[in-house]
């Protein structure tokens, strides 16, 4: 995604140095331009100011970004901040969460690209 130009970034409800601690083991953080998890601010996902707190971080407008997720929280945390949802049908609720009517559904990370330039087209 970088390598198109988006800019990414990860919003979690996980605490946050447990989450630096994985991306680091998994050697992934440097993917990441910005990292927000629980301990960073006083609420969590579904409220927005995590989602918010994440695009300011990236130098983002929130008009020009969506989020990619796994559950409800995810959906609600979009839906509260006014941006679209696309759900991984990879996650834990697998296809299920078809009901929840995101935006988008992903089946695989191949077809983000593509996905993404749908749900912001003119970024």
Same mark, same amino acid.
């Given at each position: +995604? ?15 140095? &447990?989450?630096? @601690? &994985?991306?680091?083991?998994?050697? +992934?953080? %440097? ?16 409220? /927005?100011? /995590?989602? !918010?707190? #994440? ?11 969506? @989020?990619?997720?796994? $559950?409800? #929280?995810?959906? %609600? ?11 991984? $049908? ?5 296809? %299920?969460?078809?009901? !929840? ?5 992903? %089946? #695989? ?5 593509? @996905?993404?330039?749908?749900?912001? /087209?003119?970024?």
């Amino acid at each position: +995604m970088a390598r198109a130009g988006w800019r990414v970034g990860i919003c979690t409800n996980k605490p946050t140095h &447990l989450a630096e @601690l &994985l991306l680091v083991r998994l050697g +992934m953080r %440097d993917l990441f331009a910005a990292l927000v998890g629980q301990g960073c601010l006083p609420v969590r996902k579904p409220d /927005p100011a /995590p989602y !918010l707190e #994440t695009v300011h971080r990236l130098g983002g407008q929130t008009a020009r970004s969506f @989020l990619l997720g796994d $559950t409800v #929280t995810d959906r %609600d945390t979009a839906r509260a901040a006014g941006v679209p949802v696309a759900l991984v $049908t990879f996650g834990p609720e697998g296809g %299920d969460v078809a009901r !929840l009517d995101p935006d988008a559904l992903l %089946d #695989t990370y191949g077809a983000l690209g593509p @996905l993404a330039d749908r749900l912001v /087209p003119h970024r």
